[in-house]
T-cell receptor, first 111, second 118 residues
């Protein structure tokens, strides 16, 4: 079982729709959870982080964390073509004290 | 402007050659990291440093070496022992060293160096 798992996609949504990106992790001791956006050929950019169970909203982005289910998600409301990118889930803490990355989900927003 | 810079943006290496990738940050962050990204494999940790003159191996350190003589700088050398070095190399930094108690460990990335073996 991979430490951090994401569906590789592509996830295709129409412009204006809600995009839902999901991530599961294996280490129950994990402490903090991050979403990075990576455009093709560029470096990852931190867009959201969450530490506590529940929802955290920032503009069009909402991160959701459920530690009991070991599940973290990112919702993007009113998706725009400029949101088209690979979204990396990263999990920190637990046994390794390292930031562990998933392989990313490719999001394609269709105009 | 505060940030992380990496140079060069593109680098070509011949067989048997060592090359050094530069990473500099002016964020006053204690911790710095090197990752390698290959298609479909996500980011893998090569080395990290929590403090000047100290560094630890990550998951794929073989064939790489680093130094941390200054807080701002963490260069990575890809040696000839690294058999498959073609990849996208990313440097990152965070305020809190990961092993110093509880840390949220928000890491910020430089623009990356794309290394190709000829």
């Amino acid at each position: 079982q991979k430490e951090v798992e994401q569906n590789s996609g592509p996830l295709s949504v129409p412009e204006g729709a809600i995009a839902s990106l999901n991530c599961t992790y294996s280490d129950r001791g994990s402490q903090s959870f991050f979403w990075y956006r990576q455009y093709s050929g560029k470096s990852p950019e931190l867009i959201m982080f969450i530490y506590s169970n529940g929802d955290k909203e920032d503009g069009r982005f909402t991160a959701q964390l459920n530690k009991a289910s070991q599940y973290v998600s990112l919702l993007i409301r009113d998706s725009q073509p400029s949101d088209s990118a690979t979204y990396l889930c990263a999990v920190y803490g637990g046994a390794t004290n390292k930031l562990i990355f998933g392989t990313g989900t490719l999001l394609a927003v269709q105009p | 402007d505060g940030g992380i810079t990496q140079s060069p943006k593109y680098l070509f290496r011949k067989e048997g050659q060592n090359v050094t990738l530069s990473c500099e940050q002016n964020l006053n962050h204690d911790a710095m990291y090197w990752y390698r990204q290959d298609p479909g494999q996500g980011l893998r940790l090569i080395y990290y440093s929590q403090i000047v003159n100290d560094f630890q191996k990550g998951d794929i350190a073989e064939g790489y070496s680093v130094s941390r003589e200054k807080k701002e700088s963490f260069p990575l050398t890809v040696t000839s022992a690294q058999k498959n070095p073609t990849a996208f190399y990313l440097c990152a930094s965070s305020i809190d060293p990961p092993d110093r108690g509880f840390s949220y460990n928000e890491q910020f990335f430089g623009p990356g160096t794309r290394l190709t073996v000829l």
